[in-house]
C-alpha cells in the first residue's frame, strides 16, 4: 500500500512538496518556496528563519506531517532540479528530517550556494547524484532511487523514480520534451519506456500548462528568437542589456556566444547570476564562464559600469531584474541608481516570461513604464518555456502509461486541466485519475 500525501504546491504555483509514504518510510520530493512570498525579501529581513518564512506563507506547511505522526519516517529528501520553487526550502525545513536531501549535481551545487546565504547551515548529508544514475535511500526498507534525465529550463532536471514494491512512482515536476536542447542532454525516453514495463504506479506531474494546446517548443526555438532580435535589428551603436533567468544556464550560454559574434564584451552583473553560474562551473557545466566578466559587489559594479557607459557599443550586459524584482539591476537602471545611464535606442531584452503573479505583473509593468521613460526599445518574451504543454502531458501519459495520474504544479485550474486530458485519455476521476489540492493523503491500494 502507497500513500502520497500532497503537503505543498497543489493549491498554488510554488513551495512544492510531495510526500511518499510506503510502508514504515516516508520520502519526500521537493521543499520549494513560494516565490511571490518572498519577493524583495533581502530587505525586509537580514536573515529569515524558518518560523518568519512560515508566517510569510513562502514554506509549505509540512507540519501536516507532524500531525500525521510522519516526520520521524522520513527518510530521504529528494529534489528535482535547482529551481527555488522545488528546493528553496532546505535550508530551512532539512534540519526537521533526520536525513540526506539527493537531487543531481547542479542542484546540490545551488544548495550549497543557498546555504552560504544561510549561516547555520544544515546538518543533513548531500548526496550528489549524476543524471541517470541511481542511488539507495535506507529506511526500514531500502529504496532504489533514479534521477531521470529529463529537459527543462535548468540544467540536470530529471523526473525522480522511487521502486516501491507496490511499483514505481515517478515524480514529473518539472519538465518538457525537447528534442533538440541546446545545452546537456535529451530527455531519456529509453528510461522511460523501460520504467513502465517494470510498471508504473503513480505518475506526479506538472500540470502548469495543461490548459495550453500546444506542444512546448524547444530551447532551439529560443535560440532563434534571440538570433533574431540581436542580429537582425539596428544595433551597431546601441547600447544593450538582457535580462533573463540566472538558473538558466542553456540560454546564459547562448546569449554568451551571440555576445561573442556581435564583438561584443559579455558582463554579467548580479549577484543570483554569480550564483547559479557559479554552481554550474563547480560541475563543468559553465563553458562559457572564462569568457565573460561576472560582477557581483556594488563598489566593483559601479566602475565597471562606468567603463560601460563610455563606449556601449562595445558590451552586452547580461542582468537580473527581468521580473522587475526591487533592488535588482535592471530596476535600479530603469530608477537612474547606476553608472550606466539608459539612453535613447539602447536595447533592452526580456529572454523571459512575467510569471503570472499579481506581485509579479505589477511590478513588470511599473519597470516598464519607467524604462520607457528613457526611450529604450524593448523586446519582451524572446523566450520559451520549460514546461510542456496539454500534448507534452498526453505524450509523457502514453510514454509511462502510469496506473494512477496525480495532477500537481498550480491551483486546481491547472491540474483540472491535467485530469481532464487523463481522463480524455480514458482515465476515470476519483479512479484511478486525482484531482488533489495540499494537505491531503491518497491511498493507493
Ligand atoms: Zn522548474
Not at 80 to 104: E, F, N, Q, T, W
Not at 204 to 226: F, H, M, Q, W
Amino acid at each position: 500500500m502507497l500513500n502520497i500525501h500532497t503537503i505543498g504546491g497543489y493549491d498554488e504555483v510554488g513551495k512544492n512538496m510531495t510526500a511518499l509514504e510506503t510502508g514504515e518510510d516516508v520520502l519526500l520530493f521537493d521543499a520549494g518556496i513560494y516565490l511571490p512570498a518572498v519577493v524583495g525579501v533581502q530587505e525586509r529581513e537580514k536573515n529569515p528563519t524558518e518560523k518568519w518564512m512560515r508566517e510569510i506563507g513562502a514554506l509549505p506547511d509540512d507540519l501536516y506531517l507532524d500531525k500525521k505522526n510522519l516526520r520521524n519516517k522520513v527518510r530521504g529528501i529528494l529534489v528535482s532540479h535547482a529551481h527555488l520553487d522545488h528546493i528553496g526550502a532546505v535550508p530551512y525545513l532539512g534540519p526537521r528530517y533526520k536525513c540526506p536531501v539527493a537531487a543531481p549535481q547542479f542542484t546540490i551545487e545551488v544548495l550549497k550556494k543557498l546555504l552560504e546565504d544561510n549561516r547555520n547551515g544544515i546538518p543533513n548529508r548531500m548526496m550528489s547524484v549524476k543524471p541517470n544514475d541511481s542511488i539507495t535511500i535506507k529506511g526500514k526498507e531500502n529504496y532504489k532511487v533514479e534521477f531521470v534525465n529529463i529537459t527543462h529550463s535548468t540544467i540536470q532536471s530529471t523526473m525522480i523514480a522511487v521502486h516501491t514494491k507496490s511499483g514505481v512512482v515517478l515524480y514529473a515536476n518539472d519538465y518538457k520534451f525537447d528534442n533538440t536542447p541546446t545545452f546537456g542532454d535529451k530527455p531519456n525516453y529509453q528510461r522511460l519506456k523501460q520504467l513502465s514495463k517494470i510498471g508504473i504506479k503513480a505518475l506526479i506531474v506538472d500540470c502548469l500548462y495543461a490548459n495550453d494546446d500546444r506542444k512546448t517548443p524547444s530551447e532551439r526555438i529560443a535560440r532563434g528568437l534571440l538570433e533574431d532580435v540581436l542580429f537582425t535589428t539596428e544595433n551597431y551603436k546601441s547600447g544593450m542589456v538582457i535580462t533573463t533567468f540566472s538558473s538558466h544556464i542553456a540560454r546564459l550560454k547562448t546569449i554568451v556566444e551571440f555576445g561573442k559574434r556581435l564583438d561584443r564584451e559579455v558582463v554579467f552583473l548580479g549577484r543570483s547570476l554569480n550564483k547559479y553560474v557559479s554552481a554550474a562551473d563547480v560541475i563543468g557545466k559553465a563553458p562559457f564562464k572564462n569568457q565573460i566578466q561576472i560582477v557581483k559587489y556594488r563598489r566593483q559594479m559601479e566602475k565597471v559600469l562606468q567603463r560601460i557607459n563610455k563606449n556601449k557599443r562595445k558590451y552586452l550586459i547580461v542582468c537580473t531584474g527581468h521580473q522587475g524584482e526591487p533592488g535588482a539591476i535592471l530596476d535600479r537602471m530603469s530608477r537612474n541608481q547606476l553608472a550606466y545611464k539608459l539612453s535613447p535606442d539602447d536595447h533592452v531584452i526580456f529572454s523571459s516570461k512575467t510569471i503570472p503573479t499579481p506581485v509579479n505583473i505589477e511590478s513588470r509593468s511599473q519597470l516598464e513604464k519607467r524604462l520607457k521613460k528613457f526611450n529604450v526599445r524593448i523586446f519582451d518574451n524572446v523566450h520559451v518555456s520549460g514546461h510542456g504543454g496539454r500534448e507534452d502531458l498526453r505524450d509523457l501519459i502514453k510514454i509511462t502509461n502510469p496506473e494512477h495520474v496525480i495532477p500537481s504544479h498550480g491551483d486546481l485550474k491547472k491540474t483540472e486541466a491535467g485530469m481532464n486530458l487523463a481522463i480524455e485519455m480514458g482515465y476515470k476521476k476519483n479512479y484511478n485519475v486525482h484531482l488533489m489540492t495540499n494537505g491531503k493523503n491518497l491511498t493507493l491500494k
